[in-house]
């Protein structure tokens, strides 16, 4: 058995929905806002700003706002249409999305990478990204499927989602 690769995970998931529908939920403003983030803003690289419903470039940069008190800003590194997003986030890693025909549906394949391999890394950057990213692949099949946003309305409460527990701290080494 080799080693877990904390540096990467892949989330795949299946969407009732065409492949040009699923990529608009990724490539606009008002399609991030349904099942992510509380507030996008979106800009071309001279600073002028994307409509909420058109759709992003490469090159594109993004400030979003969660629920919560907490935002980051970041890039669209690659935007081909209707088969991928790709975007930094945090400091050195890479979130694709990549989307595919599967019968009446499709597949959504989400790629995290660049993540520290460090204890806080692994906790903050790989699990909480994990689990977080799995809450809002299904809250987006809710969507879909019975306009239903799964995400708690009270910004005090939407924390719940993550993986709730604390880095711990390295050994001291013994003099």
Same mark, same amino acid.
């Given at each position: 058995?080799?080693?877990?690769?904390?540096?990467?995970?892949?989330?795949?998931?299946?969407?009732? %929905?065409?492949?040009?529908? &699923?990529?608009?939920?990724?490539?606009?403003?008002?399609?991030?806002?349904?099942?992510?983030?509380?507030?996008? %803003?979106?800009?071309?690289?001279?600073?002028?700003?994307?409509?909420?419903? @058109?759709? !992003?470039?490469?090159?594109?940069?993004?400030?979003?706002?969660?629920?919560?008190?907490?935002?980051?800003?970041?890039?669209?590194?690659? !935007?081909?249409?209707?088969?991928?997003?790709?975007?930094?986030?945090?400091?050195?890693?890479?979130?694709? !999305?990549?989307?595919?025909?599967?019968?009446?549906?499709?597949? &959504?394949?989400?790629?995290?990478?660049?993540?520290?391999?460090?204890?806080?890394?692994? %906790?903050?950057?790989?699990?909480?990204?994990?689990?977080?990213?799995?809450?809002? &692949? !299904?809250? &987006?099949?809710?969507?879909?499927?019975?306009?239903?946003?799964?995400?708690?309305?009270?910004?005090?409460?939407?924390?719940?989602? @993550? %993986?709730?527990?604390?880095?711990? @701290?390295?050994?001291?080494?013994?003099?």
């Amino acid at each position: 058995m080799s080693e877990y690769d904390w540096s990467t995970f892949d989330l795949h998931y299946y969407y009732p %929905v065409p492949p040009a529908t &699923l990529f608009r939920s990724w490539a606009t403003a008002d399609g991030l806002c349904a099942f992510y983030i509380g507030e996008a %803003v979106h800009s071309a690289p001279d600073g002028a700003p994307r409509a909420a419903d @058109e759709i !992003v470039r490469a090159g594109d940069g993004y400030d979003w706002r969660y629920r919560h008190d907490f935002g980051h800003g970041g890039r669209f590194t690659e !935007v081909i249409a209707d088969r991928r997003v790709a975007f930094t986030f945090g400091p050195d890693m890479i979130v694709t !999305v990549d989307i595919e025909a599967d019968g009446a549906g499709s597949h &959504l394949r989400l790629r995290q990478t660049g993540i520290p391999v460090d204890p806080q890394g692994r %906790v903050q950057m790989h699990l909480n990204c994990r689990s977080c990213w799995i809450f809002f &692949l !299904v809250n &987006l099949m809710s969507v879909y499927q019975t306009n239903t946003d799964l995400r708690h309305a009270d910004p005090a409460r939407v924390n719940g989602i @993550e %993986v709730g527990f604390p880095v711990p @701290e390295p050994a001291k080494e013994r003099a």
